[in-house]
T-cell receptor, first 110, second 115 residues
Framework: GQSLEQPSEVTAVEGAIVQINCTYQTSGFYGLSWYQQHDGGAPTFLSYNALDGLEETGRFSSFLSRSDSYGYLLLQELQMKDSASYFCAVLTGGGNKLTFGTGTQLKVEL | EAQVTQNPRYLITVTGKKLTVTCSQNMNHEYMSWYRQDPGLGLRQIYYSMNVEVTDKGDVPEGYKVSRKEKRNFPLILESPSPNQTSLYFC??????????????FGEGSRLTVL
């Protein structure tokens, strides 16, 4: 099966930079995704990495190292609205199966 | 507007009373999936479907059934609900399992309580 580890909680101040790490153990790895979820609402897609390296989308960047089975989500210029849960998820099973981690709750403070 | 629609959004029921949670998407997506979310456990996949008439078990399929008779609909059926199925359920869809890798579009969720 698959297992993913990410911190349960991270706290940062508005305007700062925060990194949320994700390590995984899986077979048939295709790629790593990140999702954001506000207060039990619908999770929304943030990014997907299939290859090693950094992908940047506005204030958010995502990194993957396949050899280390490790990735992270980097949030810059934090805003209060970034307070949410962030989930990493591994794509396996020939690209058919997306397995989520348990999520990291990010609290942004003034 | 592109969306995934689930109904009901909230439901309280009793043990053993069959229920169906409907899911419909208007994006012509081939891939659909059901997840349940419980505190501290993240999102766990129940069933998924690659296309019409093609369904497969996820990580926690026990106690659930699904069907995919039409491309747009993917209902989740609880034949005999039990209290351990009290959860927040999400339906999601994607262009295909690999066509839009790792990008799922989620419904707003259905909060189910089984007494």
């Amino acid at each position: 099966g698959q297992s993913l580890e990410q911190p349960s909680e991270v706290t940062a101040v508005e305007g700062a930079i925060v990194q949320i790490n994700c390590t995984y153990q899986t077979s048939g790895f295709y790629g790593l995704s990140w999702y954001q979820q506000h207060d039990g609402g619908a999770p929304t897609f943030l990014s997907y990495n299939a290859l090693d390296g950094l992908e940047e989308t506005g204030r958010f960047s995502s990194f993957l190292s396949r050899s280390d089975s490790y990735g992270y989500l980097l949030l810059q210029e934090l805003q209060m609205k970034d307070s949410a849960s962030y989930f990493c998820a591994v794509l396996t099973g020939g690209g058919n199966k997306l397995t989520f981690g348990t999520g990291t709750q990010l609290k942004v403070e003034l | 507007e592109a969306q995934v629609t689930q109904n009901p959004r909230y439901l309280i029921t009793v043990t053993g009373k069959k229920l169906t949670v409907t899911c419909s998407q208007n994006m012509n997506h081939e891939y659909m999936s059901w997840y349940r979310q419980d505190p501290g456990l993240g999102l766990r996949q129940i069933y998924y479907s690659m296309n019409v008439e093609v369904t497969d078990k996820g990580d926690v399929p026990e106690g659930y059934k699904v069907s995919r008779k039409e491309k747009r609909n993917f209902p989740l059926i609880l034949e005999s609900p039990s209290p351990n199925q009290t959860s927040l359920y999400f339906c999601a869809s994607s262009l295909s399992g690999t066509g839009a890798p790792g990008e799922l579009f989620f419904g707003e969720g259905s909060r189910l309580t089984v007494l």
